[in-house]
C-alpha cells in the first residue's frame, strides 16, 4: 500500500531505495511490479525527480513516494581524459568543465537518500536502480551481510582498479547497507561531499566513494553475481537482473521488462 508519511514505514523491514526522473519512469511499472510478485513484508522508498503523479497501489510491499522538482541545464559533456587526482583538483578549484544535468543529480542523490533512511533508524537498506527485475526473494542479503557494514556487488570490468583499501570498485547499482555507527558516517560524508553544486556536475560519485571506501574501515561483503546480474546472457537463478548500459536493449532483458509490464497484480 501507499503511505503519506515516512514513519508510517516498519523500520525493522529491508527498506529498498531507489531514484528516478521522468526519462526512467518506463522501468518503474516492471521493476515495482517484479518486486510484487517476488517479495513480501518489505517497503520501497521511491524519489521522483521532475516526475509525473505515480499512482499505482501494491499489496505485498509499502510504498513511499517522494517527489521533487528541480530545475537542471543538461547541457552535453565535452569531458576529456584526466587522471583521478587532476580531477580532483579541478574540481576543488572550480576549474571543471563538466555541466549540471539531472542524470547526474539522480545518480548521486542515492547517497542523501541512504543517509536520510540510517537517520531514521531504517535497520536493513538496499539501495537498487530502477532498470533493475526481481527474479526471486533476495531477503537472504540481511542474513548473508549480517556481520558486515555494508555489502555491494564488484563487477569483473574492474578488475584492474588498483586501491588503497584492496577492493576494486564495487557496483553503486546495488548497495545494501546495515545500520551501524560506520554505514552512518560513511555515507553522511559521502552525502555532504554529494550536496557540493560543483559536485553534481560530473560523475563524481565513483571518484568520491573509492576515496572514502579507502578511508574509513569499512567492513564491505562483496556479494556474489546472483544479486547483481549485469548480462549479456543472463542467469535464470539470478535473484535480480541488471539493465546495465547497453544491457537493456538485450533480448533476455527486454523479454523481461515486456513479461512485468504486462504481469500488473496492482489493484
Known amino acids: 500500500m501507499n503511505v503519506k508519511n515516512i514513519n508510517e514505514l516498519d523500520k525493522n523491514k529491508l527498506t529498498i531505495a531507489c531514484t528516478t526522473n521522468q526519462k526512467y519512469m ?10 510484487e510478485k517476488h517479495t513480501t513484508n518489505l517497503n520501497v522508498v521511491l524519489r521522483l525527480v521532475n516526475c509525473n503523479k505515480f499512482d499505482n497501489e501494491y499489496t505485498n510491499f509499502d510504498l513511499y513516494k517522494m517527489y521533487e522538482t528541480k530545475p537542471f541545464d543538461n547541457k552535453s559533456c565535452d569531458i576529456n581524459e584526466m587522471g583521478y587526482q587532476e580531477l580532483l583538483k579541478s574540481i576543488k578549484l572550480g576549474k571543471s568543465k563538466f555541466t549540471k544535468s539531472e542524470g547526474k543529480y539522480c545518480c548521486n542523490i542515492r547517497f542523501n537518500t541512504i543517509k536520510m533512511l540510517i537517520d531514521s533508524n531504517f535497520k536493513h537498506i538496499v539501495y537498487l536502480d530502477v532498470d533493475t527485475i526481481i527474479n526471486k526473494n533476495f531477503s537472504s542479503i540481511i542474513t548473508e551481510s549480517k556481520d558486515y557494514d555494508i555489502a555491494m556487488y564488484v563487477g569483473p570490468w574492474d578488475a584492474n582498479l588498483d586501491l588503497a583499501c584492496g577492493y576494486v570498485f564495487p557496483d553503486t547499482g546495488l548497495m545494501y547497507v546495515n545500520n551501524t555507527e560506520l554505514s552512518k558516517k560513511f555515507y ?5 561531499k554529494m550536496s557540493r553544486p560543483d559536485i553534481l556536475a560530473i560523475d563524481s560519485n565513483e571518484f568520491e566513494f573509492k576515496k572514502l571506501l579507502s578511508e574509513l574501515d569499512i567492513k564491505m561483503l562483496v556479494l556474489d553475481k546472483k544479486y547483481k546480474d549485469n548480462g549479456p546472457e543472463y542467469n535464470a537463478d539470478s535473484y535480480m537482473w541488471s539493465g546495465v ?6 533480448d533476455m532483458f527486454e523479454q523481461k521488462l515486456k513479461e512485468y509490464n504486462k504481469n500488473n497484480n496492482n489493484k
Open 245 to 250: 548500459g547497453d544491457q537493456k536493449k538485450s
Open 26 to 35: 518506463r522501468y518503474i511499472k516492471p521493476f515495482l511490479n517484479s518486486v
Open 188 to 192: 553522511e560524508n559521502l552525502a555532504i
